[in-house]
């Protein structure tokens, strides 16, 4: 009768996710508040530990963009990642390197897949605004707007090759960017490029379970807005209120503009953290179909609607719904 049993706590807890008995007999435990079984708790302690994973060798290769900048690099290299920089020295160019090897390792072991980028991810980072706006009129073939564009933003690129430039921006900065994009270039080799919600939202949760930072995004982070309390939206340890207090008055973004949105220009910052808890829900509650869900996401034309119908067997409602019920337990004692 064991599997009987199990399945009718599993079926409690869907409709009520903080039913305290039902967690337990299903062997769950919580962790920052969320019930959760102990290998997602582990898995999560073991992403927040960076200390295992590799920093690579220094690279005495040449470099075609420090020649074509006319700069100096110091480069790194480890087996999935190239860190070069006119400004930074080998020490700190370790420590990014570590932390891009590990959130390579972890992504790969959330989701139980296979070398995901098929090139070395080669990171640049630059001294100034000035070799910023040197690597766009050197690199960038769009039209002289578009360039004025980039030379306005913080980095410019994707994947296999990214820029960014440090100026007087903390450590903390360029340790965010290291797994955000790599998470993003990942999410994206998983499940195609049109659900931004999961490109972000999955960025977003490995930089926040890596790094408890959202320094960067894709998306306007900056300010307070007008929900969640006034709470700071760059701030991953506000993102508990900010979600509660929407629920609490009823101004969560509507899911379907979470999911639809096609170009970053029409995401913000509070649909960028729904998609974050949207996908959290998700690996805590159904990791099991999660990556058949990414899969089949990748092969459809739109942005998952199909695929939570498909393989979770949930329309677009009832997926807020289930969400909706689960983030009022989850996030039940933030403050």
Same mark, same amino acid.
């Given at each position: 009768? #064991?599997? +009987?049993?199990?399945?009718a706590?599993?079926?409690?807890v869907?409709f009520?996710?903080g039913? +305290?008995?039902?967690?337990?007999?299903?062997g769950?435990?919580?962790?920052?508040?969320?019930w959760?079984?102990?290998?997602?708790?582990?898995?999560r302690?073991?992403?927040a530990?960076?200390t #295992?994973?590799?920093q690579?060798?220094?690279?005495?290769?040449?470099?075609?963009?420090?020649?074509?900048?006319?700069?100096t690099? &110091?480069?790194r290299?480890?087996?999935?990642?190239?860190?070069e920089?006119?400004?930074?020295?080998?020490?700190?160019?370790?420590?990014?390197?570590?932390?891009a090897?590990?959130?390579?390792?972890?992504?790969?072991?959330?989701?139980?897949?296979?070398?995901l980028?098929k090139?070395?991810?080669?990171?640049?980072?630059l001294?100034?605004?000035?070799?910023?706006d040197?690597?766009?009129?050197?690199?960038?073939?769009?039209?002289?707007?578009?360039? +004025?564009?980039?030379k306005?933003?913080?980095g410019?690129?994707?994947?296999?090759?990214?820029?960014?430039?440090?100026?007087?921006?903390?450590?903390?900065?360029q340790?965010?960017?290291?797994?955000?994009?790599?998470?993003?270039?990942?999410?994206?080799?998983?499940?195609?490029?049109?659900?931004?919600?999961?490109?972000?939202?999955?960025a977003?949760?490995?930089t926040?379970?890596i790094?408890? &930072?959202?320094?960067?995004?894709?998306?306007?982070?900056?300010?307070?807005?007008?929900?969640?309390?006034?709470?700071?939206?760059?701030?991953?340890?506000?993102w508990?209120?900010?979600?509660?207090?929407?629920?609490?008055?009823?101004k969560?973004?509507?899911?379907?503009?979470?999911?639809?949105?096609?170009?970053?220009?029409?995401?913000?910052g509070d649909?960028a953290?729904?998609?974050?808890?949207?996908?959290?829900?998700l690996?805590?509650e159904?990791?099991?179909k999660l990556?058949?869900?990414?899969?089949?996401?990748?092969i459809?034309?739109?942005?998952?609607?199909?695929?939570?119908?498909?393989i979770?067997?949930?329309?677009?409602?009832e997926?807020?719904?289930?969400?909706?019920?689960?983030?009022?337990?989850?996030?039940?004692?933030?403050?």
């Open positions: 009768m #064991k599997p +009987e049993a199990e399945a706590w599993r079926r409690a869907e009520a996710p039913y +305290e008995a039902a967690r337990k007999k299903l769950c435990e919580l962790n920052g508040g969320i959760m079984l102990p290998a997602e708790k582990a898995l302690a073991e992403i530990d960076i #295992k994973a590799p690579g060798a220094e690279d005495a290769g040449k470099s075609e963009v420090a020649e074509k900048l006319a700069v690099f &110091t480069r290299a480890s087996d999935h990642f190239l860190l920089s006119s400004c930074l020295d080998t020490k700190a160019l370790a420590d990014l390197v570590q932390r090897e590990h959130c390579f390792a972890m992504f790969h072991k959330v989701f139980g897949a296979k070398e980028l090139e070395k991810y080669d990171i640049i980072l001294k100034d605004k000035t070799e910023h040197k690597y766009i009129d050197t690199y960038h073939k769009g039209t002289a707007e578009q360039k +004025e564009f980039s306005k933003q913080s410019w690129g994707g994947y296999p090759r990214h820029e960014s430039y440090v100026g007087t921006r903390p450590v903390s900065s340790q965010d960017f290291v797994v955000h994009y790599p998470a993003q270039a990942m999410m994206g080799a998983m499940s195609g490029g049109k659900a931004l919600w999961l490109l972000e939202g999955g977003l949760w490995f926040n379970a790094e408890d &930072t959202a320094i960067w995004a894709c998306v306007d982070m900056a300010g307070t807005g007008g929900g969640g309390g006034g709470r700071n939206k760059r701030d991953p340890k506000n508990g209120i900010i979600i509660k207090t929407w629920l609490a008055e009823g969560d973004p509507a899911i379907d503009g979470v999911l639809k949105c096609t170009k970053w220009s029409e995401f913000d649909e953290i729904k998609a974050w808890s949207l996908l959290d829900f690996m805590i159904h990791k099991e990556v058949k869900f990414l899969a089949d996401v990748k459809q034309k739109d942005n998952g609607e199909k695929s939570i119908q498909a979770l067997g949930w329309t677009l409602e997926f807020d719904l289930r969400w909706r019920t689960w983030a009022r337990a989850a996030y039940e004692n933030a403050k």
